[in-house]
């Protein structure tokens, strides 16, 4: 398999938390490249990151709305980064056990979004940064936060093992890092610990609210998909052809067959669901340790399916 290949599989293959640390990668190495050549050639070097960063400025973001989002491809140093992929790493693993790739899209673009919007309404309500000039936030926390704290409230009693602290239940790691953040706002970084808030908030409201059947999260998945199908390519519509009547025989057993199919695949989905709910509900009640390895190995199947 060539060079080309195998990248082209790895992208193929790669789970949607791969990918989201990749872009993440590229995207500071890429800026990180540009302030190189910057301070070589001596030029600007703040003069492209100003159109990414998110401004606290309501005019201003007014003015460059897509900041929103391209805040959180960008960091300010290597364990700004580090720090961030490595939890989003760590999180996305167990909750893509439970929830499709497209709501762990959900969770981060929502907790991005969440976490920006409480960064912006802190810096123009709160009197402590009443004096603070130009101020912009950047980093994907918010984001990474969203995912954490939203899984950590589906199986908070999950126990998960730590190098050099054992095994924990999952929702003391969210626990800490919420408190870390709250106790962190008046020494520094304020803006980005409101942010890390503002995610968390949206991570624990969103699972919370499924729990109900409320998927807060469907409308912004619905603007992705419609986002999505302007880039695939069209397809051809098929060209007439002469039926004649002795294939109408066939035609029918064909439209039978898949019928047929369809059902029994609608079986399968409806058989594999409720054995996900079985093991979902003794998750509940006896924590994961307590399932099989055949339990355990279907769960994942399942969670890369879906």
């Given amino acids: 398999m060539k060079g080309s290949e195998k990248l082209r599989y790895k992208l193929q293959t790669a789970t949607v938390v791969e990918k989201l640390i990749a872009i993440n990668v590229v995207i500071f190495l ?8 910057t301070y070589l050639f ?21 003015y460059k709305p897509w900041t929103i989002i391209t805040y959180a491809f960008l960091h300010g140093d290597i364990w700004h980064i580090l720090s961030n992929m490595l939890i989003l790493y760590f999180s996305g ?3 893509l056990n439970y929830f499709s790739p497209k709501r762990l899209l959900n969770y981060f673009f929502l907790g991005v979004i969440m976490g920006a919007l409480v ?6 309500l709160f009197p402590a940064f009443q004096s603070t000039g130009r101020s ?11 995912v954490l704290v939203g899984i950590a409230a589906y199986i908070p009693n999950m126990r998960v093992r730590l190098l050099l602290i054992g095994s924990i239940k999952f929702w003391w790691i969210a626990a800490f890092l919420v408190a870390l953040d709250v106790i962190q706002i008046p020494i520094s970084n304020a803006g980005g610990h409101l942010a890390h808030l503002g995610g968390a908030a949206l991570g624990y409201v969103y699972t919370k609210q499924l729990q109900k059947g409320n998927d807060i999260g469907l409308w912004f998945e619905k603007i992705m998909d419609s986002l999505a199908s302007l ?25 039978t067959t898949q019928s047929g199919s369809s059902f ?19 998750i509940s009640t006896s924590g994961y340790d307590s399932l099989s390895k055949t339990e355990k190995d279907f769960l994942f199947k399942a969670g890369k399916e879906d």
């Fill in 119 to 124: 960064y912006m309404l802190s810096y123009n």
């Fill in 231 to 255: 880039f695939k390519p069209s397809e051809r519509k098929a060209k007439m052809k002469t039926v004649y009547r002795k294939t109408a025989s066939k035609a029918s057993a064909k439209t």
């Fill in 93 to 95: 693993i167990y909750f």
């Fill in 42 to 62: 001596q030029l600007p070097s703040e003069f492209l990151l100003e159109w990414f960063v998110f401004p606290k400025e309501l005019g201003e973001f007014i």
């Fill in 264 to 282: 029994s695949r609608k079986m399968e989905k409806d058989e594999k669901q409720r054995k996900i709910d079985t093991i979902l509900d003794k």
């Fill in 30 to 37: 890429l800026f990180f490249l540009l302030r190189t050549l």
């Fill in 136 to 146: 912009y936030l950047i980093g994907a926390s918010a984001g990474v936060m969203a």
